[in-house]
């Protein structure tokens, strides 16, 4: 059974930055695409990155582009969202999620997912 699990959340104030990580098991991790997403009150989940198996190819929202960096250590079954110059907007519940396919920005393509991580931005 694959688990995955966030960490990383918390309260930061606005231009502040957060890294999350998110580590997979029961799988072989390289051969996963990881995603994160994430889901404001009253919203719908949305996609903010996806890296490829090998690292190699990345896509960001066009919200979080230049702000995040998605990576990934494949030695340490690890994918990680490094979160810069945040904004009150990017607060909500962070989700990582594995796909067995190849990488994808919607999340009804991904197979697991974690319980998520809360970000919380204040102004």
């Known amino acids: 059974q694959v688990q995955v699990v966030e960490s990383g959340g918390g309260l930061v104030q606005a231009g502040g930055s957060l890294r999350l990580s998110c580590v997979v098991s029961?799988?072989?991790?390289?051969?996963?695409?990881m995603g994160w997403f994430r889901q404001a009150p009253g919203k719908q989940r949305e996609f903010v990155a996806v890296?490829?198996?090998?690292?190699?190819?990345?896509d960001y929202d066009d919200f979080v582009e230049g702000r995040f960096t998605i990576s990934r250590d494949n030695a340490k079954n690890t994918v990680y969202l490094q979160m810069n110059s945040l904004k009150p907007e990017d607060t909500g519940r962070y989700y990582c999620?594995?796909?067995?396919?190849?990488?994808?920005?919607?999340?009804?393509?991904?197979?697991?997912w974690g319980q998520g991580t809360q970000v919380t931005v204040s102004s």
């Open positions: 890296i490829s198996r090998d690292g190699r190819f990345k």
């Open positions: 999620a594995a796909d067995a396919g190849a990488m994808s920005i919607s999340a009804q393509a991904y197979d697991y």
């Open positions: 029961g799988r072989t991790y390289s051969t996963l695409a």
